[in-house]
Each structure stands twice: as C-alpha cells, then as structure tokens.
C-alpha cells in the first residue's frame, strides 16, 4: 500500500500489469495521468491522430500480440470519438482496456464542460465498465478491468476515471487475488459433452470443422491443437473470416473460408456434412446464409467459452463451453484414450474434390502487360511477393477485404487483422500502425479500399511521427465497390452515392507527410510495384488501379442458403424482391 | 411485406447481482438492445452487507427466446445467478397494489364489500375517497383493479411480481 496520486496510481496499475504502449489522445480531463506519462521509461504513447484510430490501432496490437490494447482518451469528445473501436473490440472479442477522462465529481450530471455519460453511452458497447469516484478504489478496478478484458470471452472495458480523482491521492493497493467477485467463466470444458463429441466425431462420414476467431482468441496453441485434430480425424476444415490463419491455407484439408463470400467447397461441405464441429465460432448471418436451409443433415458440436453463443442462432446437438484451446486438448486426449483411428473419408473427399473443381475462386482476366488489373490478382501477386516474410496484413472494410480473404493465404494465427463482426471502415490503417508498433520489425501491409482509407487516413501522421515502416496497398476501384456490388445485384445498377469521387492523389499525400508514395496502373507494372514498396524502407503508399466494375463471387446473396451460391457475374439477375431487400 | 413476431410463454426469473451503480440500466437495456419483453421487474437489496440486490424478472417468449435471456444475463459481468423460476416448477409470486377509489354514496360501499372479498385492507380514509392495499398474484390484483374502474378507480400503484421458489432451498 503506497500513498500517491490517483494519476500516478494509474499509470503505476498499468506497469504492474505489463502493459508497455498506451495509444491516446491528451485533453483536459486527462492531463494529470498525461503529466504522470511524462518520459515515462517503461510505457511507451503513441500519440494518434483521432481517438477512433487509437481504439482501433490498440485492436491491432491486441490482435498481433495476444495482450489487451490499452487506450487513453479525454472526456467527452475523446471518450465519444472512442465508441465506434470499442464495439468493434465487442463484436470481434478483442481484449481492450480504455481509460478515459470525467469531468470533476462535484460537475458531474451538470453538463460541464467536455462532460459525457461515459458509463452510460458505453454501457452496452463494453464486456464491463467503471466510473471510479475514489482514488482507493483505482489501483483494484485497473487490475479488475484487465482481468475481465482477457478473462473469458475477451472485450473491452471501460474506466472513466474524474479529474479530481486523478489529482487526489490515496492508497495504491493491488488486489492479492486479481479476480471478480461473481464472473466466473468457464474455462475447462465438462467431460461429458467431451466424450459425447468424439464419439460422434469417430462415427461421422462427412464431417467438417468450422473454425473462429475464438482459436486465435485462445492463443496460438489453440491453433496447434485444431491442426492435431483436424489430422488425426482426417475431416476437411473451413472458417470465418475471424478465424483465417488458425490453420494452415496450403494444407490440402483446408477448404477455405465459408459464408457470403466464402468458397463454394466449404459451404457445400457445410450443407451436406453429417457432423459439424463448430470451434470458437458463432455461426453469425454472414456464415449461415439462410437459417432453415443451413447444414440441414447435420449433427452439430458447438465449442464457445460463451454459452450465449450457444443455441443462439442454430440449435446444436454438443454444447462444450470453455476455451476453444483446452476443449480441442480435451477431444484429442479423448481421441488417442479410445484409441480412435481416422475413418475412411475418401468418398466425403471424392465429393469435395468434385466441388473444388468448380474451381469459385477463378476469375477472368487479360493477361497483357498493358491490362487493366484485376483486384484479385493484386492480392494474389502481394501474397506471392510477401511469402517467406510472415507479413501481417490487416484490411479495410469492402470487396478488397474479402478479396484479401479469398486470395491471401494464411498459415499461422495472429497475422490477420480485419473488422467482422462490425465491418468498420477506417479500422485497417490504425490497426496496422498499432501491430506494426507491436512488432516493428515485421512486414505490416495494409490492403486498403480507396473509400475505407479516406475514414482514418490522418494516422500517415502517427506514421511519420513514429518512422514505422507500414504499407498502405490501396486497391483503387473509384467506387464504395460493396456499396456498388449490392446496388448492381439489388438495385438494377443504380449507384447511388457510391462513386469515390474528388480523391485525393494518393502519391502527392504521400508526400505532403513525407512517405513513399506510387501508383500501379497496369498489370504490366504490378509486380514490380509491390516489389519497390516491400523494398522500400519506412512508409509506403501504393494507388494501385484496379478494374473498376469487378464484382466479389462467390457470393451467397443475403437470405439465400449455401447452395444458391452466385459464381460469376452471369449469375446475377439484378433484382430482388422485397424480402430479399431487407436483410443486411 | 409484413415484419413478424413470435408468440411466447411467461416466466419468471429470479437475478442476483452486485449492488452497483448502473447495474439496472445494464440489465433493462440488455432486454431493449436485444428485443426482449420485460412484463415488469422489481429489485432490491437482499443481503446483509447491502453487496447483492435481487431483480424479479417476468419476461415472455418462445423457450429458445427465455435461454437466450437466461445466457445473456448470466454472461453479465455483474451478475452472480439467473434462476427460471417457472421452469423449477412450484414458486410462490407475490405482488402488492396501492389503489385509490374515490366517490361516495352506493359505490363508496360497493368498493368497501369487494375489497373485503378480495381481503384488501383499508390503509388510508377520507370521506370521499379509500386508498386500498391488496397482495396476491398479478392475476387477483388485475382483477381488483378491473372491479374498482367501476367503483371510482382514480389511480393505481403497484410493486411488479417478486417471486420465491418453494421448499427449503435457495436459489
Ligand atoms: C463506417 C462504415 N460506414 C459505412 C459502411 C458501409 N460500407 C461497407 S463496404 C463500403 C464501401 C467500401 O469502399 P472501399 O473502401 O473503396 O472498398 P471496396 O469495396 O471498393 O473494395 C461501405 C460504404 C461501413 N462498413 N463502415
Ligand atoms: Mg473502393
């Protein structure tokens, strides 16, 4: 127990808990724990350009490393300006710890100045949140809202800490159990559903994985342990886009990625397998497709550390609630103690490979130098030209995403940075500054829409600021391509403020902020363009022209089920009834 | 076309959680955000220290609708224990009203012969009006209040449903 102030006894709770990088954004309210960072030696800030990139950039160290993003922000404006990183760190279960600034207790409830309900507008945006009226009580909440951040089912946890409560001093106290007095989550699965499920694995003749962000959640080993089991089971794996990197893309059990935008393998598998293992996934609308057409023959196992995930959507057969790695542990001793051996699965196989032969990923393109790029070829020339360097690549949100998705393969965890579950234009770029900080000497690729680029495009300047070599690979398509994509397919074409117009000259920014900054516009130049912007030391921004009016297929149109996939663009009738129409 | 929605059935949960700032807005805005029915709610605190309040909850739904409610209040950080009292079976539920009859003459000693049959208790008299007290199910005080619009019902108030499950265990 020391006695210090309540700004020192933040900033002291954060190196006790390891943290070394705090993005933020300075202001008022929060100008006492600003003097207590002051050349701080142990915790690095990066100062951001706009709050939301603060959250957003902690997402991607949270998601590179592991650790939870920790983020500081001002009272109102700065806490608002935070809402839209936080739900998104909600939705994808991603550990975050936000601290942010209150206005004076005795002004609270008064509207003074820069004062918001933080408690009350993130309420529902955060696993847990605190508002903290006493100097005492900070050292135990900061260590309390760690533990719920990375605790369970990670997200993200507010403190709103007053300023007079930054100014006072008080006992700084470390809980000697860190833990919550009622959240218990479960974290070792029951024997029995453990049981029940291998036995139904063993007997399965179509089987399938179906892997989420809940094995890159549950830490690499989780994803060591699925790679044994999808071995000694011998059965095909997909996974969301979550959950891309958990296995290995070139191994031939892999099917790719399911849902809307998945392959028409992986969700022809789902449709006709007798056993689905569902492994720290939700089985959100993007993956499901329609729901009474989903996986209609098969017997369900539903692994999730959060049981509201189960029977949320689709009824299962096997609940096993617990951490995705320990489950998958659980099945594979469960395996070897029954002596199971893989099955033949050499027809369910034969029918695969049949799918496959659809080859859905194909697309037609012109092969001269002078062509028009297709986006899909930009991603696959940057997947050949990055192989060998681990990159990490994060997204924007649109068509570039799900290209990124179905054309770059992954084959470890934590390389892979994407809004799912929000779908949050303007969280690739930060989220790449805040993995690039956290592993500076690994190749950080932004693949960017025009569009998305443009929401948080003021972090070039954290970029400069920090010398961190990111790569912004922009495909320029001139148009909000998914806005454009469901126009084309749903409203007879009619784009309606989906034109990217009056950009910017991406090389000219680039400049202005002091980058790198080139523009591919053939395919004759691309690969040597990519080349430069690996080669090139420090930031890179690369306008790379793509073919504007290109569509994402497959493509599973919303309300449809699996087997009514739109291959290629002949497929598409250009209208659809009003039902169709309300669904996002 | 049309929006549609599914009929559901009634039950009751009993909800422990920490006595804290906020908690009720956490928990009634869960119900909002998700499109859950809340048919009343009552809460206090029940323990000793103050630490623990108890929420009495009467929702509705289809049987997947009420397990999602119970998972999603048990994944509250601060909430400790969800019970479905309706699905234990035998539970007792209780909940009080405050209704005011005013007028005077035959329908002054109307009220005062049907509160007695309800064993309504007269707390509070002035020559023109009874403020009544009446315990039971929500079903027995819906019926009271239903009787008393035609005896000069000017206003009502009552507490929500809290609930207990019988025999000698708790919840
Ligand atoms: C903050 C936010 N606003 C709006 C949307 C809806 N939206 C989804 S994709 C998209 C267009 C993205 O355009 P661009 O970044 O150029 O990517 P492209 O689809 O062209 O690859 C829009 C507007 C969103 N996902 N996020
Ligand atoms: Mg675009």
Not at chain 1, 311 to 340: E, S, Y
């Amino acid at each position: 127990m020391t006695e210090m102030s309540g700004a020192d006894m933040v900033v002291q709770a954060l190196v006790d808990l390891g943290v070394d990088t705090v993005f933020g954004y300075p202001g008022g309210a929060v100008l006492p724990i600003y003097d207590a960072l002051f050349n701080h030696p142990q915790i690095k800030h990066i100062l951001v350009r706009h709050e939301q990139a603060a959250t957003h950039a902690a997402e991607g160290y949270a998601r590179a490393t592991g650790k939870p993003g920790v983020v500081l922000v001002t009272s109102g404006p700065g806490a608002t300006n935070a809402v839209t990183g936080i739900t998104d760190a909600l939705l994808d279960s991603i550990p975050m710890v936000v601290l942010t600034g209150q206005v004076p207790t005795n002004l609270i409830g008064t509207d003074a100045f820069q004062e918001c309900d933080t408690v009350g507008i993130t309420r529902h945006c955060t696993k847990h949140n605190y508002l903290v009226m006493d100097p005492d009580r900070l050292g135990p909440v900061i260590h309390e809202a760690f533990f719920i951040a990375t605790h369970g089912r990670p997200g993200p946890v507010v403190v709103d800490i007053p300023k007079n409560v930054q100014v006072a001093t008080g006992s700084y106290t470390v809980p000697e159990r860190i833990e919550h007095k009622s959240y218990r989550p479960q974290i070792e699965p029951d024997a029995d559903p453990i049981a029940k499920a291998i036995a139904l694995i063993a007997a399965a003749e179509r089987p399938v994985f179906y892997s989420g962000g809940g094995v890159i959640n549950a830490g690499p080993d989780a994803s060591a342990a699925l790679r044994q089991l999808v071995a000694l089971t011998g059965a095909p794996i997909t996974s969301t886009l979550m959950g891309l990197g958990a296995f290995p893309s070139d191994d031939p059990k892999w099917l790719g990625m399911l849902g809307m935008h998945g392959t028409y393998e992986a969700n022809m598998a789902m449709n006709r397998a007798d056993l689905i293992i569902a492994v720290g996934a939700r089985f959100d609308d993007r993956v499901t497709g329609r729901l009474d057409a989903f996986a209609p023959e098969a017997k369900k196992i539903h692994i999730d550390i959060d049981r509201s995930s189960i029977n949320k959507i689709v009824p299962v057969d096997i609940a096993i609630v617990g951490d995705a790695g320990r489950a998958l542990d659980a099945l594979i001793a469960a395996w070897q103690d029954r002596g199971h051996q893989a099955r033949d699965l050499g027809e369910w196989w034969r029918r695969i490979d049949g799918w496959r032969a659809t080859r859905c990923l194909d697309f037609p393109e012109k092969t001269e130098a002078s062509a028009e790029i297709m986006p899909q070829r930009a991603i696959k020339a940057l997947f050949d030209a990055t192989r060998g360097r681990d990159p990490i690549i994060t997204t924007e949100v649109g068509q570039h995403q799900m290209w990124a998705a179905q054309h770059f393969g992954f084959s470890a965890p934590n390389r892979w940075l994407t809004s799912g579950g929000l779908g949050t234009m303007g969280y690739g770029f930060p989220a790449a500054v805040g993995a690039q900080i956290a592993k500076p000497d690994r190749l950080v690729v932004c693949v960017a829409g025009e569009a998305s680029l443009q929401m948080n495009i003021q972090e070039m300047g954290t970029v400069s600021q920090y010398r961190l070599p990111v790569k912004i690979f922009i495909l320029n398509n001139e148009y909000m391509g998914m806005v454009r994509q469901w126009q084309e397919l749903t409203y007879e074409s009619r784009y309606s403020n989906s034109y990217s117009d009056s950009l910017p000259d991406f090389v000219k920014l680039a400049d202005a902020y002091g980058w790198t900054g080139l523009r591919i516009d053939t395919l004759g130049e691309l690969e040597d363009g990519i080349r430069t912007m690996i080669d090139t030391p420090g930031p890179v921004i690369v306008d790379c022209r793509v073919a504007k009016l290109a569509n994402c297929f497959p493509m599973i149109p919303s309300g449809a089920a699996h087997t009514d996939m739109i291959l290629q663009p002949s497929d598409v009738i250009g209208t659809m009834d009003d039902e169709a129409k309300a669904l996002v | 076309m049309k929006i549609q929605t599914e009929a559901g059935e009634r039950h009751v949960l009993a909800v422990t959680v920490d006595n804290e700032s906020g908690i009720l807005a956490k928990i009634t805005g869960m119900f909002s955000a998700r499109g859950y029915n809340i048919e009343s709610l009552t809460v206090a605190d029940i323990s000793a220290d103050h630490a623990v309040s108890r929420i009495t909850i009467v929702t509705s739904g289809p049987p997947a609708v009420i397990d999602q409610i119970i998972a999603q209040l048990d994944r509250l950080v601060p909430v400790h224990s969800v019970t479905d009292l309706t699905d234990q079976g035998a539970h007792v539920e209780r909940e009080i009203a405050l209704v005011k009859v005013a007028g005077t003459g035959d329908k002054r000693i109307e009220a005062l012969r049907m509160a007695d049959v309800f064993r309504a208790k007269v707390v509070d008299t002035t020559l023109t009006s009874f403020i009544f007290e009446i315990t039971g199910s929500s079903d027995k005080v819906d019926r009271f209040v239903a009787l008393m619009r035609e005896c000069g019902l000017v206003e009502v108030g009552r507490t929500g449903v809290v609930a207990i499950a019988r025999g000698a265990e708790a919840v």
